[in-house]
């Protein structure tokens, strides 16, 4: 055998033993629920459109981009003009998908106590958890009646109860939703005769919560309202300039382009800021 081969194997193994004094930790699976797609498609449920997939909202807002973009140099005739409009235009399909879903959810804060109050007086009536879960498709909350009858369709179909619990978080991708659909998996897991102990609390809690959240929001969306004036003045501004056409040739310049690109840095930068101030922060989903 050639003293290179032997001399290679030894080194391995030296290595080898020398590796096995640092045992590896293991990484934790990354989760396929994380990441930029999982909060649009969240974003795009909780808005109600949910037949509309993350790649399908980045395309149009692309496609926007683009045509804002070249109608404005049409226009207008400045680079830079341009292109700040279409970064806006651009963004406006997520930011009005982002609003959307977070009025919806608000709207839903405050209907998930009688949903959990009508699965409380089913229980009481007799009726098995899935089956108070299924008649929320007739006598829950008209916004959420389409995803437990879903649900329902499901059970009938599979029988399968934690499976159609699953696609009923998928469905509604929802903060309180995955509360309650944990409680009840627990509570389905575990027996016993808490389950309406369980359900009433919930409830509590979750007026409870609607409650404060609407009262700090009402006082404090004044702050939210003046970042979006103070952030849209002067957009305003600029595209009423961009009317009169002696004013556009200092934007064609390198100090044009340095003076809009410091001036949007200072508008998202500022927006953020008022916004973290006076915006309660968001529920996550934390049980998916």
């Known amino acids: 055998m050639s003293p290179i081969v032997v001399g290679t194997v030894f080194g391995l193994g030296v290595f080898c033993i020398y590796w096995s004094f640092w045992p590896q930790q293991e990484r934790p699976a990354k989760s396929r629920d994380g990441g930029v797609l999982a909060h649009l498609r969240d974003h795009l449920t909780q808005a109600g459109y949910a037949a509309v997939t993350p790649g399908n909202l980045v395309v149009g807002s692309v496609v926007l981009f683009v045509l804002v973009f070249l109608g404005v140099m049409l226009f207008v005739g400045v680079v830079p003009i341009a292109l700040s409009f279409a970064l806006m235009a651009g963004l406006g399909p ?10 919806r959810r608000n709207k839903l804060r405050d209907l998930w106590p009688d949903a959990v109050d009508n699965i409380t007086s089913g229980i009481r009536a007799g009726l098995a ?6 008649q929320l ?17 499901d059970y009938r179909t599979t029988g399968r109860f934690h499976d159609c619990l699953d696609r009923l978080k998928e469905r509604l991708r929802d903060p309180v939703a995955d509360r309650l659909v944990e409680s009840l998996r627990i509570a389905r897991e575990v027996g016993g005769s808490e389950l309406g102990t369980l359900l009433r609390t919930l409830s509590a809690f979750l007026r409870e919560d609607a409650r404060t959240r609407s009262e700090l929001e009402t006082r404090q969306s004044w702050t939210v309202g003046a970042a979006r004036l103070a952030v849209a003045a002067p957009w305003v501004v600029l595209g009423m300039l961009a009317m009169r056409g002696q004013s556009l040739a ?6 044009g382009w340095v003076i809009l690109l410091i001036g949007a840095v200072l508008c998202v930068v500022a927006y953020r800021i008022m916004v973290w101030i006076g915006r309660l922060p968001e529920e996550e989903r934390v049980l998916r």
Request: aromatic share 8%; net charge positive; charged share 25%.
């Open 94 to 103: 997520v930011t009005l998908v982002r609003s959307r879903a977070r009025a």
């Open 129 to 134: 958890l899935p089956e108070a879960l299924a």
């Open 137 to 153: 498709a007739v006598r829950g909350p008209e916004e959420l009646r389409p995803a437990f009858a879903a649900f329902a369709e």
């Open 250 to 255: 200092a934007y064609s310049r390198p100090v």
